[in-house]
């Protein structure tokens, strides 16, 4: 990290693979000789600590563990555990737009922003789809994952909006492999266990394009396969690494029947491992501590042939999955089971009671940088709004951000069409939609409650489209931000 005075002392690493005794017998030394100091002079000498290896300091031994939890050492109000907005980006904006949540004045709160044009651009007046060239960096800003804070972009850049620190990872392997294999990659940060992030490139089979050579006997073999090779950017070493993950269980199928497959490929990370919802009839349980795999059948079954919005995400009870109905992943007892949560059709809503709520607010990120100079009237205003405030005690069902209530058969006229998901609540178990693409809805699975949240469309988004009848395609992501500053390989 830049302004570091040497390489920091490392505490020891504490992801290493279940060992043969030898592993055993150092971690009870290391009990041993935390068991020499007295619990306070131990506290006093952990709260020394940066945050980055306090959260690494736990995964030493038990004492260490206990004295950081006890003590509550590690700040919560550091880490990813509340909401602060969404993400939001529409095909022909260069930038992610942001809808943030209600600004509060309350102490402690911290300003919040998703604009990411504080990141080094290439051309950044190129601010418009049909000003592309070469060497126009456009597409860097696609967000293709987040995890607990931290986001991952296009250009394999690493990014944390709330602290604005990135890291562009080094050139990795290439994004296909033989048999017309392509590589996604997926973001794993958890500040509580580890300072460092991994980036996982992982998998897929993928249709042919015309003129593509088929090889037979790919076609016909298992997949996933027996051994999965993976490669895997870890922060720690600031290098790529190759590595196979073994399949416990079956196989999904084979490689040429899920290749007709087709859907969004999402992922979860949570206790240490990785969902990834990969092919439309199957999802992927890779344990990170062993190098391990399952597959996972989805909750009824499903035609690979069709186009299905499905999203995999992590919430209040675990792993949720939501293909127009809710289920939850149910892993006591070593098996795998599919409880199902919500059995109504959310593209069809019955819902009992539909609040207004204090608007969330769409910072208009595009338009401000590249339209809004124009307009002297507009710059005023994006000077004034360029940061939203949030407080981690406010939360979604807070009844004070609540105006009123109606009962939804005396609104007759509040009918929403083409519902689309845009993701889960970290912590409780409400779903976020859009309406028509113009507005956020929170959802409420207990109670079945909807709460209009504000708009998400952007300001004067036409200018921008190529076309105007164009159909809009947006992709959005939860924003729960993360404050610990010391970044691993920031510029």
Known sequence: MAGDAGQPLKPPDATAAH???????????????????????????LRRVPPRWLAASRCVCRAWRDAVDGRRLLRADLLSLSLAGLFVHFDEHKLPEFLARPSSSAAGARAVSGNLSFLPSASPNCGYYWQRSKGCDWKNYNIKDHCNGLLLLHNNCVVNPATRQWNILPKGPGKRGAGNVRYRARLVYDPMVSPYYKVFKIPTVAYYCRGEEVDPSMEESQWPPFLCKMFVYSSKSGCWEEKDFVREGDAAGTAGKLRAGYSEF?????????????????????SLSDNTYSVIKPPMGLNVEDYLEIKIAKSEKGLYFCWLRVWILNE?????????????????MPCQWFCRRVKWVLEDINYNLFRASKFQQDNKKETTEEKFEWNSDEDVEDKNMVDHGHSLEDKKALVYYDIELLGFHPNKEIVFLSASQQTCLAYHLNGSKIEELGNIYPKDYYWFKELANEQEHIKSFIYTPCWIEEFPGSN
């Open 266 to 286: 999402s992922a979860a990370y949570f206790r240490g491992t990785l969902y990834l919802h990969c092919q439309t009839d199957f999802l992927m349980r890779v």
């Open 332 to 348: 006591s007892c070593g098996q795998m089971v599919w409880m199902l949560k919500h059995d109504k059709d959310l593209k069809h």
């Open 19 to 45: 060992g043969d005794g030898r592993e055993e017998e150092e971690e009870e030394e290391l009990e041993d000789q935390a068991a020499r100091l007295p619990d306070d002079v131990l506290a006093d000498i």
